[in-house]
Each structure stands twice: as C-alpha cells, then as structure tokens.
C-alpha cells in the first residue's frame, strides 16, 4: 500500500491532517470550557471549597487516592466518599472526616496506611467541603456503584 | 562518529540508565507495600514512592530524549553541535535540580516542601506526574529552552533532514504543552481538563514525534535503507499519530466533569490511535527486511524492532482495550489503567532509550562496529528478562484489574469495597512483585554487558 503514496503525499497528510485535528480540537475546548462552570456548579466554590482543593493538593492526596478515577489505585475513590461515608448528609459527612482524619494511621497490621497530616479542625471542614462540591459534578453517572 | 560535539551525549545516557535503576527500585518497594500495607510505613508512605517511581520516570527519558538529540542532530545536520558547552551546563543543571527534587520528596513532608518552595505564591503542586515543586519546573523550562536553543541553532545552521525537523517540532510540543503545567485553577474539572494538556498530549502526540525520529535515525543507520523510503514512513506515522491523537484526548474526558459529547468523540478518535503504533511496526520490520547492510551491532536493531512492537502491544493493544467510554466505565482508575500504563511507558519510551543508547553508546567508546559478540549476547540476555518481565507486570495487573471489576465494579448490590476487593488480589500482587524483580535483574544483566571486555585487536 506504501509503495502508492510518495514522500510529498505523505507530508500533505501530515500537514493537513494536523491542522484539521487541532481545529477540531480547538473548537471543543471552547465550548467545553463553557459548560464547565455549569456541569461543575462552579457558583458553589466557596473560599472553604477552594482551600480544600489547595490542602488536598499539598498533602499529595492524589498520590494514594483517585478522585472521579484519576490518580493512584492504592487507596479508595473518593469523589463519591460524600455519598459512601457522609449518606448525603454534610454535617454527618464533616463529622465523620474530622474522625477519620485524626485516626490515622490506623493500627491493623499488614493494612495500608494512610498517614497523619495533623491537620486543624478547620482544615478537615475545608477539605470535607471540597469533597462534598466535587461528589456533585456532572460526570455522566461515574462510579458505577457507590463503592467507587 | 562523525562530530566530536556529539559526544555530550554520553553523560545523559549514562545519568539516564542510573535514574532507571532508582525508578525500577522504587517500583519494587511499592509492589511491597501493595502486599504488606506497614513495609517501610512511615518511613517511605506509598504516595512519596509513587512520586519518586514516576517523577524519575519522567525526568530519565527527558535525559535520554536530550542525549539522543545531541548524538543524532550534529550527524544529521552535518555540522558540529552549535555549543557544546552549553549542553553540559544544561546536563549538570538538570541534573541537580532533578537530585534536589527527589531528595526534597524522600526527606521532607509533602507539605513543607510546598511551603519551603513558596507554593502559594504560584500553585502547581501536588497533581499526578506534575508534583514538582514550581521552582523546579521553572528550572525545567530553563533548561528546556536552552537545550531547544542548542539544538535549534545547530538544525537551523546545518542540512535540514525530515528526523531533524520532525524532531525539533516534537521538542518544541514537548515545552509548549509542559507551560499547561503552570496552570492550575480552583475549579477541579477545568484542572483535570487541562492537565491532560500535558500528560495525553505528551505521550499520545509530541512525545510521538521524538519516538519516530529516533527510530528513523536508527534504523538508516543500522539498515542503509535510503532516505526518501524512512521520510515517507515517518511522515505517515506521524500524521495518523496527530490526526487520532490530538482529538483521542478525549478519551480521557468521559467522566471528570466534561460534557457528554466526549463520550462518543473519544471514543472514536481514540480507536484510531493504534493505527500510528502499528504502523511503527510495520515500518520497523519491512526496513530491517529491506536492509542494504548488515551492520555488526545486532542489537541495535533488535532493541528497534523490540521498540515497536511492545510500543504497540502497550500504547495500542492495551491502549485499545479500555478506550472506548462503554468499557470505559468499567475501567476507569483500576489496575487495568496501571497495567496500560506500564507497558506503553516501558515499551515505547524506555525501549527507544534502550534503542539509541545501543548504537550510539558503543560508538561513542570508539567500537564503530558495535559491542563485541560477548557482550551483545549479555546485552540480549537483558534484553529478554526486561520485556518478559515487564509483559509479566503488565499481565499480572491485568489480571488484577479484571478480577478488580469483577468484585467491587460490576455488582449492582453486594459490591465488595476497596479495600476487601484489595485484599483478595494479593496473590495476583505477589506475581507482579516476582516479575518486577525480573526487570531488574534485567536492567542489571544489562548494566554488566558494558563491562565486557573486548576481545584484543589482532
Ligand atoms: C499514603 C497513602 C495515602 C495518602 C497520601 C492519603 N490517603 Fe486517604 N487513605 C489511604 C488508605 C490506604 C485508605 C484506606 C484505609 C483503610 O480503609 O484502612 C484511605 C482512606 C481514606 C478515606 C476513607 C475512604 C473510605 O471510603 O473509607 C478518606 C476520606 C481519605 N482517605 C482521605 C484522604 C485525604 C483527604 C488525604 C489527603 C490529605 C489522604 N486521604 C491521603 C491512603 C492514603
Ligand atoms: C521501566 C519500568 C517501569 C515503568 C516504565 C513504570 C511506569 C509507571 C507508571 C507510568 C506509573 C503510573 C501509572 C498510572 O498512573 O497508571 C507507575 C506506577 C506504579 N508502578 Fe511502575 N513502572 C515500571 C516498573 C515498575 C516495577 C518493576 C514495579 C513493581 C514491581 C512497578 C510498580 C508500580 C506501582 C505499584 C505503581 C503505582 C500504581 C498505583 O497507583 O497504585 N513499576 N509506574
Ligand atoms: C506510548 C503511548 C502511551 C503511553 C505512554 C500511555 C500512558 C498512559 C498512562 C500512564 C495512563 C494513566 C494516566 C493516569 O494516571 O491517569 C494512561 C491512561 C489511558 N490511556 Fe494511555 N498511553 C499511551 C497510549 C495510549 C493509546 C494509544 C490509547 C488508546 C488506544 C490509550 C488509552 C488510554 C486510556 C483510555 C486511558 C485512561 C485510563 C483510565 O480511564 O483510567 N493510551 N495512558
Ligand atoms: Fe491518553
């Protein structure tokens, strides 16, 4: 099949098929951009919200957990944990955090770990808070089930 | 070797292959704690391991990208490196600000780390692959730009080939998209989004380019085959990578937040991404069929060959097998995902390393003919235990991943959680631990055979 196209045809394609490609993509990513804010309830990103998101960042939650699938698969999914943990009720879901956070690490041996970041009562709400906004994305009905 | 400049070359392989071993090392102390959840608990938590597994991953095929280019751009354009001075600075530049990095990783808390680098002044920490403090990734771009600087002037200067041109468009890709690193909204999808700037569009698009113009220059090299024949290849090879990879991203924005139409947009583009892998192997085979010699470094072409296929068993059969948003469902962030991302990384990005490491390193020691026969055997010893052991990794969490979706995915009620599901795929883990000692035991077979000694001349 090689041997009918030349040297020229193929750097046509290259060229042309790229330059469609990234119109393609560019275009979707403009209107992509623009149902974000809507599909994420951007409206809700309260400054607890987004210092939650800051700690969960400089903890390096994401290099144990997944969050909407994406990270490590050490440690269980917790864009849903809202929903596994809190049963949709957020003062119930802070309460529980603020346990669990200072309960780590727990003692079974042979069990993972998940370690202590001796964090203030208040970090614990901010970070609740950023998981209680991300459980409520748009993200076309993922995990299949609650255990993530 | 035609141009003495292209010998700075060799520190970056040889820094590179080191940076593997610590990251084959690091692998295998996590494949420990997937089995004993306290091994080496709190000393090395999981999530550090995991920083330094990827991080070095990231940084050694940066050195071996920057090392291939300065061996075959010279060559290439026929002209010495434009300044060889500043390829060593860049060496030693990047080489301790990736030290630095790691040590800062393995013997601070995460979070003072953050802090003592003054995260908060520009946040770009604490993302998968991009957990760099931001001072290490502006020396990144430093780095980077002097290095394109380097390599750009000596094309622009000398004989423009399609390898050089092909490869300088892919290193520029590779440092436009890396600038998305420095983005990092408040907003978790944009985030996410934009993220895949940088990982999908490196692996999956600009990183491809590099791969196939190291791969053209090897195998002119060790084949003869004339020029017009690997330029029209390339360009074939590289345009289906574009054409499918570019809107294939999408195959990442299923279910992070982004709208529906992703579902069936990534879906179909990314079916195509295979085709540019299989491709390569095509490519790989029909030029070693139609070879003009017999070049005495053997393995320089089994590494080529080796390249392509497990580039295309990894990135496209396994790519293939979860790309599709109704399986993808399944899937998603299990081991399948890990057992994919092995073997695309090890088959497409650490074999090219191996590939041109492989011709180029012999010469660089004055055996213009390649290793001796001694040595390339050693050297196809290693070259064995490394892909059957990686192949065994990969099986090994695809077993895993199945078994995963099996116990904690599929059921509707009855589902096991996490960490039940976990717990009964240790033995599945152990597997993988024993094929992962493979591996190393393969790199270090493979470190032995550069010190084989040559045969006395008669
Ligand atoms: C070193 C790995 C590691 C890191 C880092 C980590 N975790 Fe965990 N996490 C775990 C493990 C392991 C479990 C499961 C523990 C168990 O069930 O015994 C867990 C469980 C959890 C759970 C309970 C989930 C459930 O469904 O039961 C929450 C909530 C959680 N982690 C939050 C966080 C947050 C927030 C951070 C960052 C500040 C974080 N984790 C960082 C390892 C980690
Ligand atoms: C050159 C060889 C290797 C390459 C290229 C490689 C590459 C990678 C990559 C890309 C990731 C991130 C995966 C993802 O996000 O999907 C990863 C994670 C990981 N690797 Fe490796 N790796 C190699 C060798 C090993 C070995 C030998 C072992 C163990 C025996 C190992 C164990 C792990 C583990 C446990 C993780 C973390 C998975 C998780 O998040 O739970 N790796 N590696
Ligand atoms: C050499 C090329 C490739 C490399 C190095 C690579 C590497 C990776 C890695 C490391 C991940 C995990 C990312 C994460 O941590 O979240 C991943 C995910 C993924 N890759 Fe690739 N990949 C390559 C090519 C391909 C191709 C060609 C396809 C499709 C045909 C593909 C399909 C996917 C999909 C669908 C995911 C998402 C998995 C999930 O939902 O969890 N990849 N890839
Ligand atoms: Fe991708």
Known sequence: MTERITKNMAR???????????????????????????????????????????????????????IMGEGAYYAPELANVFDRRGGGDEEAFRSYMQGWMAAQPLGEPGRRKMPQFNLSEEQVNDLANFLIWTSRIDDNEWPPNIEG | ?????????????????????????????????????????????????????????????????????????????????WSPKLA???????????????????FVPYATLAELTYNELLPTMGREFLEQPTITKIGIVIVVLAFILNVGMTVIKGRKTVITVVLLTGLVGLAVFFLFAFYLPENLVLDKFFWWYVVHLWVEGVWELILGAILSFVLIKVTGVDREHIDKWLYLIIAMTLVSGIVGTGHHYFFIGTPEYWLWIGSIASAIEPLPFFLMVLYAFSMAAKRKIDHDNKMALTWAKG????????????????TLAPVNYFTHGTQLTAAHGHLAFFGAYIMILFTIISYAMPIMRGRMGGNCAKAQSVELKGFWLMVIGMLGVTLALTVAGVWQIMLQRFPDSGALSFMDTQAQLIPVYKVRLIFGLMVLVGLLTYFYSFFVKEPAKA
């Open chain 2, 307 to 322: 390249t392509a296929v497990m580039a295309f068993l990894g990135a496209g059969v396994w790519g293939f097998l979860h």
């Open chain 1, 12 to 66: 046509n394609i290259y060229f042309g098929g790229s330059l469609f490609a990234i119109l393609i993509f560019a275009g979707l990513t403009l209107d992509t951009v623009k149902q974000i804010p809507h599909r994420s309830n951007d409206d809700q990103i309260t400054h607890s919200v987004a210092n939650g998101k800051n700690l969960w960042e400089v903890n390096n939650c994401v290099g144990c957990h997944t």
């Open chain 2, 88 to 106: 060593i600075i860049t060496f030693w530049v990047f080489a301790a600000a990736g030290v630095a990095t790691i040590l800062g990783y393995l």
């Open chain 2, 1 to 81: 070797m035609k141009y003495s400049s292209q010998m700075v070359a060799k520190p970056y392989f040889i820094f590179a292959l080191i940076l593997l071993a610590g990251e084959i090392l690091f692998g295998i102390i996590m494949g420990l704690q997937y089995i004993d959840g306290g091994f080496l608990f709190p000393e090395i938590p999981f999530n550090v391991a995991r920083m330094v597994h990827t991080n070095l991953l990231i940084v050694l095929i940066l050195f071996g990208f920057m090392g291939a280019t300065f061996y075959l751009v010279p060559e290439e354009s026929e002209r010495e490196l």
